[in-house]
């Protein structure tokens, strides 16, 4: 069955470095995502990216964030200079229409 | 989109059908009703989903009531395997190209040996 894969699946680093977070979305989807989850809370949209454009975007996808479909398959998101408060599970989704979305397993950022 | 109201942990006997209440008395007509279930920390998953009519699929069943104020979401035999946070989420498809979803805290269920 086709899934969503994501990586790393871990990643550490310093306050003020900058991340990339990798997603091989579904090949035949159109829609493409990106949420998080911070330890114990809700899970929370960032941002949604169609025809290699944003379609939409949270409050919480601020200037120090950026996605990218570099190619046909990688859907990259970018955090530039990161936070403590950017620790948290990030999960990509991506969907053929607009109904059901598929989850990757998630990419757990820790930053110290 | 509708906000829903959910029981925040249920438990249920292996084997047994499993019935997952939720509330979106404020739900438009345009609004559909829509599961998902997080595995310990895994990604969210897509159950299913329907607008007014009960759907099911190899997973589970989702009732709506007429007034399409509530739903539940049954899995008939529960596993181990289904213990997770079960979500229900109601929202209107978008025609720019986008799919927000809003998660709220969801139902922990847990399958009891």
């Known amino acids: 069955e086709p899934e969503v894969t994501q990586t790393p699946s871990h990643q550490v680093t310093q306050m003020g470095q900058e991340v990339i977070l990798r997603c091989v979305p579904i090949s035949n989807h159109l829609y493409f995502y990106w949420y998080r989850q911070i330890l114990g809370q809700k899970v929370e949209f960032l941002v949604s990216f169609y025809n290699n454009e944003i379609s939409e975007k949270s409050e919480i996808f601020d200037d120090q964030f950026s996605v990218e479909r570099p190619d046909g398959s990688n859907f990259t998101l970018k955090i530039r200079s990161t936070k403590l408060e950017d620790s948290a599970m990030y999960f990509c989704?991506?969907?053929?229409?607009?109904?059901?979305?598929?989850f990757g397993e998630g990419s757990r950022l820790t930053v110290l | 989109d509708a906000k829903t109201t959910q029981p925040p942990s249920m438990d249920c006997a292996e084997g047994r059908a499993a019935n997952l209440p939720c509330n979106h008395s404020?739900?438009?007509?345009?609004?559909?009703v829509y599961w998902y279930r997080q595995i310990h920390s895994q990604g969210p998953q897509y159950i299913i989903h329907?607008?007014?009519n009960n759907e099911t699929n190899e997973m589970a069943s989702l009732i709506i009531t007429e007034d399409r104020k509530s739903s539940t979401l049954i899995l008939p035999h529960a596993t181990l395997r289904d213990t997770a946070v079960y979500y229900c989420i109601v929202r209107a498809y978008s025609g720019a190209g986008s799919y927000q979803l809003t998660f709220g805290k969801g139902t922990k269920l847990s399958v009891i040996p």
């Open positions: 989704a991506s969907s053929r229409t607009l109904r059901e979305l598929f």
């Open positions: 404020t739900i438009s007509g345009n609004e559909y």
């Open positions: 329907g607008l007014k």
